[in-house]
């Protein structure tokens, strides 16, 4: 089973820039598709960013066009969220998943797709 492990979340200004990581340990990451979502206490859980298991397909919401990158490195078994030009909007709980399976687009969005959720790490930007 594998278990997942954000970090890099924080409290930072609009206009800011994070870089999330998820470490995967218990099998390897070559064999997920992988994506970001985020949570706030008044939504439900919502899409961000996703990669295919090889880098070779990105995939990211509306919101985050421009000033998200999604990438990985299979061999450190590692997932990265580069986030730029933070808005207060994109205040959030941000959860790594796993999904064992293909990718596209229509089912990356979707989390119910996903077998495998870290615990999440916090992001808060301020004005």
């Known amino acids: 089973q594998v278990q997942l492990a954000e970090s890099g979340g924080g409290l930072v200004q609009a206009g800011d820039s994070l870089r999330l990581s998820c470490v995967a340990s218990g099998g390897p990451l070559s064999s997920y598709t992988m994506g970001w979502f985020r949570q706030t206490p008044e939504k439900e859980r919502e899409f961000v960013a996703a990669i295919s298991w090889n880098g070779g397909n990105t995939y990211y919401a509306d919101s985050g066009k421009g000033r998200f990158t999604i990438s990985r490195d299979n061999a450190k078994n590692t997932v990265w969220l580069e986030m730029n030009s933070l808005r207060q909007e994109d205040t959030a709980v941000y959860f790594c998943?796993?999904?064992?399976?293909?990718?596209?687009?229509?089912?990356?969005?979707?989390?119910?797709?996903?077998?495998?959720w870290g615990q999440g790490t916090q992001v808060t930007v301020s004005k």
């Open positions: 998943s796993a999904r064992w399976g293909g990718d596209g687009a229509e089912i990356v969005v979707t989390p119910q797709r996903y077998n495998y």
